[in-house]
């Protein structure tokens, strides 16, 4: 018995000096509305699509884009080489002509006249600049792309102003009417 009174003794001792105290917990709800802006986003997007094109669609996370920008990119350069070569070839038939030594049995140019071959030369001279000026609209349409894109991204898009179509039956005639309502919550 005397044991047990040591033991409780014993405890009630230790027991508060190995005690604390608990920190006091605030449950204050975060701030969820608050948005923080990064001022330099639209600039880097832009920045990163005039380096390597399409890498600013990523950088917004609109990966749908980067095959647009290639493709648009790669028909018109594709384009452009394919003009610039048929230029050529009929550059360089117009030159053996004016030089004299056109060959008469050629599979294309045989039988055609200086003037279908002048045409031709102007022909894919005009589409081969035409699709130098298409790349580079393209280009330029995807540095606007991805500098407008990350804009809009910090755009404050929320329920409380909405534009909705609005589709209601008439109650007469039972038509239906169309509109929009514009609303705006306080």
Do not use: C
Request: charged share 20%; no cysteine; glycine share 6%.
């Amino acid at each position: 018995m005397k044991k047990l009174h040591y033991i409780l003794l014993f405890t009630l001792v230790l027991f508060p000096l190995y005690g604390r105290a608990q920190k006091e917990i605030s449950l204050r709800p975060a701030d969820t509305t608050r948005i923080v802006i990064n001022p330099n986003a639209p600039a880097k997007a832009a920045f990163f699509s005039a380096v390597f094109p399409g890498l600013g669609q990523a950088y917004n996370k609109k990966y749908w884009k980067i095959p647009i920008v290639y493709i648009g990119l790669g028909l018109g350069m594709y384009s452009y080489t394919w003009n610039h070569d048929k230029y050529h070839l009929y550059r360089d038939e117009y030159k053996r002509r004016l030089a004299g030594t056109a060959d008469p049995n050629h599979p294309i140019y045989s039988g055609k006249s200086n003037d279908w071959v002048i045409r031709g030369q102007k022909f894919h001279q005009r589409n081969r600049d035409l699709s130098a000026l298409i790349t580079g609209v393209i280009y330029i349409l995807n540095i606007v792309d991805a500098n407008v894109d990350a804009h809009l991204m910090q755009f404050n898009v929320n329920d409380n102003l909405s534009l909705q179509p609005n589709l209601n039956q008439n109650d007469l005639d039972f038509k239906y009417n169309y509109g929009v309502t514009l609303s705006y919550h306080f």
